[in-house]
């Protein structure tokens, strides 16, 4: 059975910087296109940042040049190192693993973990 297990979350003072990882398991990790997303309260889930499984990454517009997404096969994770972080950062951060199998897509996700910027 899949599961994605998040950590790193926390509060951190505005400026500072954070690295999240998160443990793929029960699924072939070399397949999967892994994402970040976030979610801040009352808002929409949105993408952060995508490590596709050939290594080619994205980012959104507003932390670009401040996070970095990146993986280690060996350990089947997937790390977002967050930098210069300001509180409109602050969300519950989701990773993602998906993939597009053909004749269906197989997504799947973490419980989420918490990242505070305090002013």
């Known amino acids: 059975q899949a599961q994605l297990v998040e950590s790193g979350g926390g509060l951190v003072q505005a400026g500072g910087s954070l690295r999240l990882s998160c443990v793929a398991s029960?699924?072939?990790?070399?397949?999967?296109?892994m994402g970040w997303y976030r979610q801040g309260l009352g808002q929409q889930r949105e993408l952060v940042a995508v490590?596709?499984?050939?290594?080619?990454?994205n980012y959104a517009d507003s932390v670009k040049g401040r996070f970095t997404i990146s993986k280690d096969g060996a350990k089947n994770t997937v790390y977002l190192q967050m930098n210069s972080l300001n509180p409109e950062d602050t969300a519950v951060y989701y990773c993602?693993?998906?993939?597009?199998?053909?004749?269906?897509?197989?997504?799947?996700w973490g419980q989420g973990t918490q990242v505070t910027v305090s002013s």
């Open positions: 993602n693993a998906k993939w597009n199998a053909g004749v269906t897509t197989l997504n799947y």
């Open positions: 029960g699924i072939t990790f070399s397949r999967y296109d």
């Open positions: 490590i596709s499984s050939r290594g080619i990454v």
